[in-house]
């Protein structure tokens, strides 16, 4: 089982970027996929998720900027950033939830980078 993350970057404040989580081998061994981030001195924190059923909830702080959505056909978990913050700085983790053991599983990090 692996989650593979992709799509960091540096972008202006009031920017967009589009992080991708690519699942393997499949999507649908997970009943929750989600991504989370960690700025400098500070806790891992739940930014986004969404189950295998399509519901998803949102961290306060990124309600009506961020989208997370499932692209069953790539397998993939996406990340839409919009109106990024100097605050959405961190590193971000894909994290996928097993259907039937219940083990966790977290990709490699991304670092996002907002500069203001």
């Known amino acids: 089982v692996q989650l593979q993350a992709s799509g960091g970057g540096l972008v202006q404040a009031g920017g967009s970027l589009r992080l991708s989580c690519a699942a393997s081998?499949?999507?649908?061994?997970?009943?929750?996929m989600g991504w989370f981030r960690q700025a400098p001195g500070k806790q891992r924190e739940l930014v986004a998720g969404?189950?295998?059923?399509?519901?998803?909830n949102y961290a306060d702080s990124v309600k009506g900027r961020f989208t997370i959505s499932r692209d069953n056909a790539k397998n993939t978990v996406d990340l839409q950033m919009n109106s990024l913050k100097p605050e959405d700085t961190a590193v971000y983790y894909c994290?996928?939830?097993?259907?039937?053991?219940?083990?966790?599983?977290w990709g490699k990090g991304t670092q996002v980078t907002v500069s203001s």
């Open positions: 969404i189950t295998i059923g399509g519901s998803t």
């Open positions: 994290h996928g939830v097993e259907l039937n053991a219940g083990m966790a599983y």
């Open positions: 081998p499949s999507i649908f061994i997970f009943r929750t």
